[in-house]
């Protein structure tokens, strides 16, 4: 078990540091979500006149969406790592050395952990520049980071378990966008669910970026009810580590076909 | 083949088939794969692609299954001892194994930090691996701006990292250039005589395999077709071909009969002033040829021994002619079972 531990953590520094040494990618990947906050608080400026919104600014709803939104958008790539990986020999170099596959898996959740960690609180620094205000304070921003986490985990974990199936860039790139905007949209990431049709409404309860967006919205509210915050940080919980095991069980099937 | 060794054989294969499934065909890949490597000794595995080289090598390394048949490598079955098997061995797989984002430096302490080295003594190793390999001036550099033979070298470096008993070889020198290849060919040389570790190479080429092999095998649609040492599978052949060139052309006839009188000289034919035959050994039938030339008082502008490549042993026992399609028995797959050509 340690061993496995020590490593995760090696290989997760291994990937950490090859993504500060790619500053392009970084740079956009910061890039991307400040655009989409900017995009859509511009957009949708309005709709705070709306019922539903009790007079809050739309900046103020809109950010902790965006910030589970991005969670999500970057861990749709983390299987392009696998792919590079078994494109290389370097994936069948892991396989054969003393590393364990759970470490495998492990250390690609975690730097992509680490890296939404960072884009979360840049998100929401950049929220709060353009008007949001969060009375939740610093556990509010602590449990939005944490459902970004958990969320991207169960992203990540399905990007990497497609990876090692299909073992296909485009099928990837294809798959992971297949997902993402639809469940954006079935999601209360824009818009409250008051405002949606009764289906959109009874879709976005089961899905796991409304739990996440749902969990940090109520954490930064002035009274969070914790209880609400709890079970959908628990369903996330749930989701994340069930879609880590699974794609822990994926690398049987990649071996089975090298 | 010898087996004489005393602590049993470093790598032993019994019986291995693996069937891969595509969608609506199945391939094949192994179909009773039987080898056995000697500790400190270089096997070469050679075959045409899809023969089953590199499945044999991935099912040894662990990062394949076979369907049936038993692998052990250093007496440690690869499917029941799985994580000591992976500590004994080292594995270069055909594709380039190393991180192109590191460092030298960086990607060999962290294969000794994944075998449990500590920060300290990953770092000696990686050191001593730099130099040993001629690449310390460029271990702070990324590996991404290596030269080609220079990061083959990493991948083998890398898989020394650890004092493998068994270093398992696949393609090693694809895509080298002919300095590269024999700068690296110099160093598999060295890791079985120096170091007494047990390579198991696949290749493409021929000459490559007759430079380091101690033992050869070819496969062929996943079986073992023959074994032996690369000088024994020469001589299994037909002998080696004579090349006599006589000074007075008129000659010829008389030389003809000279050499057609000799024990051991058939496939006697001849082309305006040359004679050509073939011989079981051409240093013993030479000065016998020549001495019955001079004897003769027949007067010789050239005489060549040419001996059978291994291009020759390749393309009769996993050749395949042209429009041959499965089924046909190709010349290499006569016989039942496989041949063994004695040492």
């Known amino acids: 078990m340690t061993t496995a531990l020590v490593h995760t953590e090696l290989l997760t520094r291994r990937s950490l540091r090859n993504l500060v040494r790619q500053p392009a990618y970084v740079a956009f990947s910061l890039i991307q979500p400040l655009v989409w906050l900017l995009l859509f608080g511009q957009l949708f400026r309005n709709v705070v006149e709306l019922p539903g919104f009790e007079g809050a600014s739309y900046m103020t709803y809109l950010t902790p969406g965006v910030v589970v939104m991005t969670a999500m958008f970057s861990a749709g790539w983390a299987g392009s790592g696998f792919i590079v990986a078994m494109d290389r020999g370097v994936m069948d170099r892991d396989l054969t050395s003393p590393v364990g596959r759970p470490a495998l898996m492990m250390s690609s959740l975690a730097s992509q952990a680490v890296t939404i960690v960072v884009q979360s609180l840049i998100v929401l620094a950049a929220g709060v520049a353009v008007g949001a205000r969060f009375a939740g304070g610093l556990v509010g921003w602590a449990v939005t980071v944490a459902a970004a986490v958990l969320l991207g985990t169960v992203f990540a974990a399905l990007s990497n378990a497609v990876a090692l199936l299909v073992r296909q860039q485009e099928a990837l790139i294809g798959i992971s966008q297949f997902l993402t905007l639809p469940l954006t949209f079935l999601s209360s990431v824009m818009l409250p669910s008051d405002l949606m049709p009764d289906w959109v409404a009874a879709v976005a309860r089961l899905n796991p970026v409304d739990w996440a967006a749902v969990a940090s919205r109520e954490a930064l509210s002035a009274s969070p009810d914790w209880s609400l915050v709890g079970g959908r940080l628990a369903l996330l919980v749930v989701v994340a580590a069930l879609m880590g095991w699974l794609a822990t069980r994926a690398f049987r099937t990649y071996q089975r076909s090298v | ?120 003594a990953a770092r000696a190793r990686a050191d001593e691996l730099l130099e040993r390999f001629g690449l310390a001036d460029a271990g702070r550099r990324l590996a991404r701006t290596w030269s080609g033979g220079m990061q083959r070298k990493l991948d083998v470096a890398m898989s020394l990292v650890h004092r493998p008993q068994v270093l398992f070889l696949d393609e090693p020198t694809t895509g080298l250039d002919p300095e590269a290849r024999a700068d690296m060919w110099a160093e598999i040389s060295r890791l079985a005589a120096a170091d007494g570790i047990t390579v198991l190479l696949t290749t493409h080429y021929l000459e490559e395999a007759d430079h380091l092999a101690d033992q050869l095998v070819i496969v062929d649609h996943g079986r073992v077709v023959v074994r032996g040492t690369p000088e024994a599978l020469k001589r299994g052949l037909s002998g080696d071909a004579v090349a006599v060139e006589l000074a007075e052309r008129r000659d010829v006839d ?90």
């Open chain 2, 1 to 120: 083949m010898s087996h004489t060794t005393r602590s049993g054989p470093a790598i032993t294969v019994a019986g291995l088939t693996k069937t891969y499934r595509a969608r609506n065909h199945e391939v094949r890949a192994l179909d009773g794969i039987d080898l056995e490597v000697d500790p400190g000794t270089v096997l070469g595995l050679l075959g045409p692609n899809g023969a089953g080289k590199s499945t044999t090598v991935k099912i040894l390394t662990t990062l394949s299954r076979a369907d049936s048949g038993t692998a052990s490598v250093v007496g440690l079955d690869v499917v029941r001892d799985a994580a000591a098997v992976r500590r004994a061995l080292g594995y270069v797989s055909q594709k380039p194994a190393f991180d192109p984002v590191g460092t030298g430096v960086e990607n060999l302490v962290l294969t000794g930090r994944v075998y449990g080295l500590s920060p300290r």
């Open chain 2, 254 to 343: 008389d030389a003809a009969r000279v050499l057609d009188a000799l024990p051991g000289v058939r496939e006697l034919t001849r082309t305006s002033g040359v004679l050509r035959a073939r011989v079981d050994d051409g240093a013993v039938a030479l000065p016998e040829v020549m001495a019955a030339l001079d004897a003769a008082s027949l007067r010789l502008a050239a005489v060549t021994v040419a001996r059978p490549s291994l291009d020759d042993v390749y393309l009769r026992y996993a050749g395949r002619a042209f429009g041959s399609a499965d089924g046909t028995e190709s010349a290499g797959r006569r016989t039942a079972g496989s041949e063994e050509v004695a040492a």
